[in-house]
């Protein structure tokens, strides 16, 4: 089965070309180059509980710090990491992933 993006899973529209980017822009984790191929997904589709300033729920959220209690409990999140099982990675190393940007 494919492995799915956030955007595609959550159906959010927020995505490049997506029907909701009109409201706040381009979800960042859906631009985010540096973690393609992360969990088999696209741009940061299968990492996005690292990406600041997401817009998960039609707000955009803070830092990786402040979001990530609630990702966490994210029906999303707990697919991807039952899917990648024993490859799930840390946060940690995707975090020096995008460090910079
Ligand atoms: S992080 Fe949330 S708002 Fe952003 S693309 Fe993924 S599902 Fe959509």
């Not at 899973?9 to 979800?27: A, F, M, N, Q, S």
């Not at 984790?29 to 729920?57: F, P, Y």
């Not at 039609?58 to 707990?78: E, I, W």
Request: glycine share 14%.
């Amino acid at each position: 089965m494919k492995k799915l993006n956030c955007w595609e899973y959550k159906k959010c529209g927020r995505e490049p070309g997506g029907i909701k980017v009109h409201e706040l822009g381009e979800c960042p984790a859906s631009k985010e180059e540096n973690l393609t191929g992360t969990h088999d997904g696209e741009k940061g589709g299968r990492a996005c509980w690292i990406i600041a300033g997401s817009m998960c729920g039609g707000t955009v959220q803070g830092s990786f710090a402040q979001k990530y209690g609630n990702c966490v409990l994210c029906d999303f999140f707990k697919q991807v990491k039952e899917e990648e099982g024993p490859d799930f990675q840390l946060s940690s190393e995707m975090l020096e992933k995008i460090k910079g940007n």
